[in-house]
T-cell receptor, first 113, second 113 residues
Framework: SQQGEEDPQALSIQEGENATMNCSYK?????LQWYRQNSGRGLVHLIL?????REKHSGRLRVTLDTSKKSSSLLITASRAADTASYFC?????????????FGKGTKLTVNP | KAGVTQTPRYLIKTRGQQVTLSCSPI?????VSWYQQTPGQGLQFLFE???????NKGNFPGRFSGRQFSNSRSEMNVSTLELGDSALYLC????????????FGPGTRLLVL
């Protein structure tokens, strides 16, 4: 089963508004990452937050992590039409002695001009 | 540095055929991971290679296989193609392990008729 689950599945907002996406996961993690995917293309890494961090910023992105609730949120402020994409959270999972990333199903964000 | 490259970008095959996809990681990256992305199942981990060794494997049938060469380039092979193998196949590279930040290629879109 998926380790990370994003919520909502889809989000539609107007340009200039803020967008918040949430991710819940099931097991202990070392880090949690957020990626963006434009339609049918490769994923682009946005930000990584480690399990001992609570908040991290990168430009218009703000990520929070609550390990007690096993959840994270991604906030995009002052959204732009170019932010239209699918956003995925990914958690590291230990399997067979090595780590791998497990992705959620993503939140599809539409920013209307 | 050049990014992750994948060839071919698009591929059409018929059921029963086999296919080989290629991935060249970022220079200096030794870990290559492969994912299958479909609308229904999302991003599913296939396998990870590091220093020519398969270090991790997802829950896919034996028809899916891969290998990594001494220059870190990787190939994945799918034999006896089925309609359900139609998907976007993504390759990602990272410096050391599959649990850290991954850099994705543009993907190979495979259509099985």
């Amino acid at each position: 089963s998926q380790q990370g689950e994003e919520d909502p599945q889809a989000l539609s907002i107007q340009e200039g508004e803020n967008a918040t996406m949430n991710c819940s996961y099931k097991t202990s993690i070392n880090n949690l990452q957020w990626y963006r995917q434009n339609s049918g293309r490769g994923l682009v890494h946005l930000i990584l937050i480690r399990s001992n961090e609570r908040e991290k910023h990168s430009g218009r992105l703000r990520v929070t992590l609550d390990t007690s609730k096993k959840s994270s949120s991604l906030l995009i402020t002052a959204s732009r039409a170019a932010d239209t994409a699918s956003y995925f959270c990914a958690t590291d999972a230990l399997q067979g002695g090595s780590e791998k990333l497990v992705f959620g199903k993503g939140t599809k964000l539409t920013v209307n001009p | 540095k050049a990014g992750v490259t994948q060839t071919p970008r698009y591929l059409i095959k018929t059921r029963g055929q086999q296919v080989t996809l290629s991935c060249s990681p970022i220079s200096g990256h030794r870990s290559v991971s492969w994912y299958q992305q479909t609308p229904g199942q999302g991003l599913q981990f296939l396998f990870e290679y590091f220093s020519e060794t398969q270090r991790n494997k997802g829950n896919f049938p034996g028809r899916f296989s891969g290998r990594q060469f001494s220059n870190s380039r990787s190939e994945m092979n799918v034999s006896t193609l089925e309609l359900g193998d139609s998907a976007l196949y993504l390759c990602a590279s990272s410096v050391r392990t599959g649990g850290e930040t991954q850099y994705f290629g543009p993907g190979t879109r495979l259509l099985v008729l």
